[in-house]
């Protein structure tokens, strides 16, 4: 199982976020502590889902790219004598 580790940086910034939502939006604030756990429980309940799914969407970008290689990347095979056909039609 692969663990969403945050940096300290970015775990400092999700409980400030955390502790403005509950300034904003509920009847009492939260402090530090409770802020934290909150994101822990929050990462290790609902992270795996939000990481699933951008593996599951990264996937099906990929295949949609590695399905499409023929019309992305195809060279037609020796080109020049049917396009000096072409040519000399047009004369």
């Not at 663990?3 to 970015?10: C, M």
């Not at 509950?22 to 934290?36: C, Q, R, S, V």
């Not at 429980?41 to 990929?62: H, K």
């Amino acid at each position: 199982m692969t663990t969403i580790d945050l940096t300290k940086q970015v775990r400092a910034d999700a409980i400030a976020s955390i502790q403005r939502y509950f300034e904003e939006n509920m009847p009492e604030p939260i402090g530090d502590m409770p802020a934290g756990l909150l994101l822990n429980f929050f990462i290790e309940e609902i992270g795996p889902t939000i990481y699933n799914r951008g593996v599951a969407d990264a996937q099906t970008r990929m295949h949609q790219r590695v399905t499409d290689l023929d019309g992305e990347l195809y060279a037609d095979e020796f080109p020049y004598w049917p396009r000096l056909a072409r040519n000399k039609n047009r004369r």
